[in-house]
């Protein structure tokens, strides 16, 4: 295997012709039938753990540098996660690949049928710049584990990490099959107007439209994981323990993963008038107690999302509301935690995501109210919700609509591999995680096999009605009565 360094694109060095060069060779090799056997996937599968392992600190060290992440949170939210998912896939791998036997009506016999899981071909995938190793190379384990080529275009908005992924990945992986190509906005619109067998990405809904328009051209399926305004019910609670776990997850949720830059944070808090202030008391000494040294929490990505997240707060109406924090540093790319107690609906801090540390919460006269709140509003990737009320948990979830609901608990849920993860609506569409990212990846195609011996001449023409009759009963599975017709002994 070529030890290559994946591809600068756009005005840097490589234009759209470079650029279908090297999907022209993915799909060389794909149609090639390389990519689809067991020991390459499994082989491919092994060399990104082994990438993993040899290049964790070096992973570490540009998350580091492109978001300030702490080492630990980085191993957490990134590399850890991304080891597990890759052992997960080795271990199950087989199973996955093998035919599903599904079982016929009896009047189909003697055929058979399975569902024989096929890759679709070559992919693209376009990931994010929060998690910009996670969110890269997740997709990446369905993709090969499905037996793809596949194209991984990082964002360039973590450039450290992108140039890591470029010259690392091809030193581990099938370079002929799996490509890294780096370049901005120029180059992602080169590659969408390509024909691809799947597009996943990850990132805005401004930039999802942009994907769907492009993918509609080819009729090519579409993953969107997009994200969107994430709450979290607050009820109550009685027991000073449990509140304080509680406030905990909801700070840590918010603020200990990228600083708010998740799609699965926390954007704002809803809690009854009565309860607010005790709330905000006990999130002011968890962000004392885990985020006094800010060296533990991760800086805003760039200039222009830190001018964006200012500009939210410099809103009188929205400046007045605010209850703790909003210090910034210009010069460090950094918000300290900040809360802020019911800035107005209409502004845009409750209107578009928030991504980043600054906190809302909304004061509602009833805790069940929260439902009505959120179903006037776009569905988000998931609910959280704090309550030891059965009754009220089963109506956030059948009253509701989200890509997940979490109880009194947050973040975890992204990584449970027999769970899958995705948005609905406007939060996106498509799942993926485990063996969710393999079917996501494949066609299930069902596979019917039947012999000669027994043919049913009532399903041709010449018609009759007792043709007619034949068929009713067959498609009410009433075979008793099918028989008796068939033999003539009822009408």
């Known amino acids: 295997m070529a030890l290559i360094t994946g591809k600068k694109c756009g005005d840097e060095e490589m234009g759209a012709l470079g650029l279908e060069t090297e999907v022209a060779e993915a799909r060389t090799t794909f149609d090639s039938g390389k990519t689809k056997g067991f020991e390459w996937r499994k082989s491919q599968l092994e060399a990104l753990l082994r990438l993993l392992q040899e290049k964790e600190e070096d992973m570490l060290k540009v998350l ?52 024989v899981p096929e890759p679709l071909g070559v992919v693209l995938v376009m990931s994010s710049w929060n998690f910009p190793i996670g969110l890269s190379l997740e997709p990446m384990i369905g993709a090969i584990a499905a037996g793809n080529a596949a194209i991984l275009k990082p964002s360039e908005l973590a450039p450290a990490t ?9 030193k581990y992986l099938d370079c002929e099959a799996i490509k890294v190509i780096q370049g901005g906005p120029q180059v992602a619109e080169q590659l969408l107007d390509l024909k691809w067998d799947k597009i996943f990405f990850t990132g805005s809904a ?27 019910i607050f009820d109550s609670l009685k027991s000073s323990r449990d509140q304080r776990m509680a406030v905990g997850r909801v700070a840590g949720a918010k603020w200990g993963s990228c600083l708010g830059q998740a799609c699965i944070g926390i954007d704002y ?73 019911n800035p ?44 030891h009320d059965e009754k009220f948990k089963q109506r956030i979830v059948d009253d509701t609509s989200s ?35 393999f079917d996501n990846f494949s066609n299930r195609k069902p596979v019917g096999r039947r012999n000669f011996l027994i043919e049913f001449s009532f399903r041709y023409p010449p018609w009759n009605e007792k043709k007619l009759q034949l068929l009713r009963h067959i498609y009410r599975f009433d075979y008793i009565g099918f028989v008796l017709c068939f033999l003539g002994l009822k009408r």
């Open 269 to 341: 808090l809803l809690v009854t008038d009565e309860y607010a202030p005790t709330l905000i008391e006990l999130l002011k000494g968890v962000i004392k107690e885990f985020f006094s040294n800010s060296e533990h929490l991760a800086r805003i990505v760039n200039k222009h999302h830190f001018q964006r997240l200012c500009n939210l707060l410099q809103d009188e109406s929205v400046a007045a509301s605010l209850v703790h924090g909003g210090s910034v540093n210009a010069e460090e790319l950094f918000i300290e935690p900040t809360i802020l107690l």
């Open 162 to 170: 992108s140039e890591f992924l470029a010259v690392e990945v091809p």
């Open 64 to 115: 580091k540098e492109d978001l300030g992440k702490h080492r630990v949170e980085a191993y957490r939210d990134e590399v850890g996660a991304l080891t597990k998912s890759v052992d997960n896939a080795l271990l199950n791998l087989k199973k996955w690949m093998a035919p599903e036997k599904v079982s016929l009506p009896l009047v189909a016999v003697p055929t058979v049928a399975e569902i």
């Open 206 to 232: 401004q930039v999802g439209r942009i994907v769907m328009t492009a993918a509609a051209k080819h009729l090519t399926p579409v993953t969107l994981e997009l994200g969107g305004k994430c709450p979290a």
């Open 403 to 437: 890509g997940c609901v979490m109880f009194n608990d947050t973040l975890i849920q992204y990584l449970c591999d027999t769970i899958p993860f995705g948005g609905v609506g406007q939060s996106g569409f498509g799942q993926y995680h485990g063996k969710f990212s």
């Open 344 to 387: 107005p609906l209409d502004k845009e801090i409750m209107t578009e995501e928030i991504f980043g540390p600054l906190l809302p919460i909304i004061t509602l006269k009833k805790i069940e109210d929260s439902i009505e709140f959120l179903r006037a509003r776009p569905k988000p990737l998931v609910i959280y919700a704090f309550t």
